[in-house]
């Protein structure tokens, strides 16, 4: 039976703490009370705690994991924080109390989810993911795993704000050593490499914890659905229960799986590139290699892109999803297999406009808040205050002024010559730029998800100078991807607290800060014009760098070498280098690096991985432009263009750097101008997934990558392989820097 009554805190006042009402009903281990303190409960042990659990209750109070959301008066990890005693003997703990909601299987559950919240749609599911994300990066990183990954052990409200409890349970590592293990796992949500072994004595890691996570986020996604369970196509019974299925490693989405996705789950070519290759990392090449699952860190990453990506059905404004070129993957489960998640029919609003078209505008993430009284005098307080700001705009205005010349001659970024003029051409693969599609007004009240900064900021290197306010570069003509990768690129930056663009001090060469990621490596069988060199396989880069944004041009390798070995000199000193063989480029790298008061090996050449990554820029296409090239886009031999590209220019030479459309990344003359050097040695690519490649310890010849100016459209596809021995010169082959920064994650 619940008790009620006065038990003494152990701390420096003595004061006592009383006993409320029990909030929870009879668990393995206690009860849970509310306490006279604010914003706090107390756990009672039915029976007095062992001295065991006693330390590890003192370890887990002086080391607890930082709360993001602590400052918003919400407890996102339901933590001990201080022993309380009765009769000299210690009982319980307080912790932090969990605002009012319901356990995350309820949210999982469309059923359940309904009566409880029926205005909790899929936006809010993909913020509680990425919440759910965010709690177990912090425990995480203060080295305690959570062991026992459970929905019913996370509590999650109808802002989509969850909480972490149970964390009694948790594993944690006294700084003695000693193990207080998880000796408890629940079905479905347990790693196959844990199956059979003895909980009581196995140290678990955070890429444990990682199934789980990925199994949570999986079925928060998909309304409900295990990963490894669907319909059944194999020989013999079919698997029982869920451990069955993952012992199995029956993940649907695998072409080999003996189960398939049920036809009522949402497809998951409905979510980006990037978090269906998260999905497989966690759930196929994790099988075998338990570390190249995502971490809470990547997952929580995916899931701010992709609450930035949704939109609105313009039939059913109650269906968000991933705005990425197809139409609302919710209403083509209504309408080819009469199933609603969403209650779309009986929340019909009529609109005017007709359904979504092929490529929406994103809507601004939300998620769902009771709704409130309007407050018509702060609206109109907010007019007064906006039209005195125009006034006082207006009157102040500056005079005339020139206007700001093109991006492409910045000083800031892109030398200053004429540019070859671009043609944006026809691209039915490409993500257009945002047209003004109107949305249709919710029928509930919705608040932005404003995602808390959890990163930390770091001084720039002296060696850098940040590129103040850089301008974001236009996604019109882009392939699919793009908008994604640009929002990461954005995110990682802030998390980091470092600029998405820099500058050498002291030669004033651009670099761009490429996110860590996976992504598809090579092309596959079905790409024109491919070499068998290009086997597709995945390749994760766990670091983020800074890539060149341009190619290194003639000016710069004369300001650091005091010569200029270019055959095409009177392009200009803001056309690349070329004639460089890659020998040379390593003198260039470290007389630059002494220029710049860096230790060798600061700025160095591009990985082959790296480079490929940073062209496509989350794209899967050819180009990072679609599935097409013309010499209106690039600079190569334009007679002979790829895909639907028209026939055009061939120019003969090299251009200034930065005089075609960037990616979405901000990078130049990926495609085409230059080869670029690559710090490979050339070689048949592992097989299999790789994080971090260095390519082969020897070889013959390195890797140069992009096509040039002489070559033809073909050659300048992001998988595009060729190579040189280091020797010799070219006149159409140059270099782009990449800048190490090791200790970025």
């Known amino acids: ?37 604010p914003g706090r409960v107390a756990k009672i042990y039915h029976t007095p705690p062992t001295n065991h659990t006693v330390n590890k209750l003192r370890h887990m109070i002086a080391h607890p994991p930082d709360d993001p959301e602590r400052g918003r008066g919400h407890a996102s990890i339901a933590w001990p924080e201080q022993l309380l005693r009765h009769n000299g003997q210690v009982v319980g703990f307080t912790m932090p109390k969990a605002p009012p909601g319901r356990q995350l299987v309820v949210a999982m559950s469309p059923k359940q989810r309904r009566q409880w919240a029926p205005d909790f749609l899929w936006d809010a599911l993909v913020l509680a993911a990425r919440n759910t994300a965010t709690a177990f990066e912090q425990v995480h990183a203060k080295g305690h795993v959570i062991g026992d990954v459970k929905p019913e052990n996370i509590l999650v409200s109808t802002e989509a704000r969850v909480t972490l409890v149970d964390n009694d349970s948790f594993q944690v590592v006294e700084s003695s050593g000693v193990v207080h293990y998880c000796q408890v796992y629940t079905p479905g949500f347990l790693p196959v490499e844990l199956f059979g072994r003895d909980l009581k004595t196995t140290r678990r890691t955070a890429a444990h914890d990682a199934f789980g996570l990925g199994v949570l986020t999986y079925k928060l996604l998909m309304c409900g659905a295990h990963p490894f369970v669907g319909g059944w196509r194999g020989r013999g019974e079919e698997p029982a229960q869920d451990d069955d299925c993952v012992r199995l490693g029956s993940f649907v989405h695998l072409a080999s799986s003996p189960m398939v996705p049920r036809p009522t789950v949402l497809p998951l070519e409905a979510l980006p590139q990037e978090v269906q290759a998260l999905f497989f990392r966690c759930f196929a090449q994790g099988q075998t290699d338990p570390s190249a699952r995502p971490s809470a860190r990547d997952w929580r990453l995916a899931m701010e892109v992709l609450l930035r990506s949704l939109t609105r059905c313009g039939t059913y404004p109650t269906r968000h999803f991933h705005y990425h070129g197809a139409s609302c993957p919710w209403c083509a489960l209504l309408h080819g297999q009469q199933v609603d998640y969403f209650d779309a029919r009986s929340q019909r609003t009529v609109v005017s406009q007709p359904p979504v078209t092929p490529h929406p505008k994103p809507a601004p993430p939300r998620v769902v808040v009771p709704r409130k009284k309007p407050n018509y005098l702060a609206y109109a307080a907010a007019i007064l205050v906006v039209v005195l700001a125009l006034v006082i705009s207006y009157a102040l205005r500056p005079g005339p002024s020139r206007p700001p010349a093109p991006a492409a001659v910045q000083e800031s970024s892109t030398p200053s010559v004429p540019v070859v003029p671009v043609v944006a051409p026809p691209a039915p693969e490409t993500v257009p730029s945002e047209p003004p599609v109107a949305q249709p007004q919710p029928s509930v009240s919705e608040v932005q998800a404003q995602p808390e ?116 000199q009177n392009a200009g000193a803001n056309a690349p280098v070329e004639t460089v063989s890659w020998e040379d480029c390593q003198a260039f790298l470290k007389k630059l690096c002494q220029t710049e008061g860096v230790p060798e090996g600061t700025y160095r050449l591009l990985t082959e991985a790296e480079w490929e990554y940073a062209c496509r820029a989350g794209t899967q296409t050819p180009f990072a432009y679609g599935n097409d090239l013309d010499s209106s886009m690039a600079n190569f031999n334009g007679n002979y263009p790829y895909g639907a590209g028209r026939k055009g220019q061939y120019r003969q030479t090299t251009v200034a750097v930065g005089s075609f459309r960037p990616n979405a990344w901000g990078l130049y003359d990926m495609h085409g101008n230059v080869w670029e050097w690559c710090q490979d040695w050339y070689a048949n690519y592992a097989s299999g997934s790789v994080t971090d490649p260095l390519g082969p310890a020897s070889g013959v010849g390195r890797v140069h990558r992009g096509g040039s100016w002489l070559h033809l459209g073909g050659r300048c596809r992001s998988a595009g392989r060729y190579w040189f021995t280091p020797g010799p010169r070219n006149h159409y082959v140059g270099l782009r820097l990449a800048r190490t920064t090791a200790s970025y994650p």
């Not at 306010?469 to 991807?481: D, F, I, N």
């Not at 890539?547 to 300001?559: A, D, P, R, S």
Request: net charge neutral; with cysteine.
């Open 1 to 37: 039976m619940p008790i009620v009554g006065d038990y003494r805190v152990l701390d420096v006042s003595g004061s006592s703490v009383r006993l409320v009402r029990a909030v929870s009903a009879r668990s393995g281990e206690g009860f849970v009370y509310d306490t006279n303190l």
């Open 453 to 568: 900064k959890v990163g930390r900021a770091r001084m720039v290197p002296p060696d850098l100078v940040a590129v103040g306010s850089p301008t974001q570069v236009p996604l019109e003509g882009l392939a699919s991807g793009s908008r994604e990768a640009q929002e990461r690129q954005r995110l990682v930056a802030s998390e980091l607290g470092l600029p998405v663009e820099v500058k050498t001090a002291k030669t004033g060469i651009v670099f761009c800060l490429i996110p860590a990621g996976t992504f598809a490596m090579g092309s596959p069988s079905s790409e024109a014009q491919r070499s068998s060199d290009e086997t597709e396989h995945q390749v994760t880069l766990t670091k983020a760098f800074y890539c060149g944004k341009f190619e290194v041009t003639q000016g710069q390798w004369q300001q650091v070498m005091g010569t200029n070995p270019s055959s095409f």
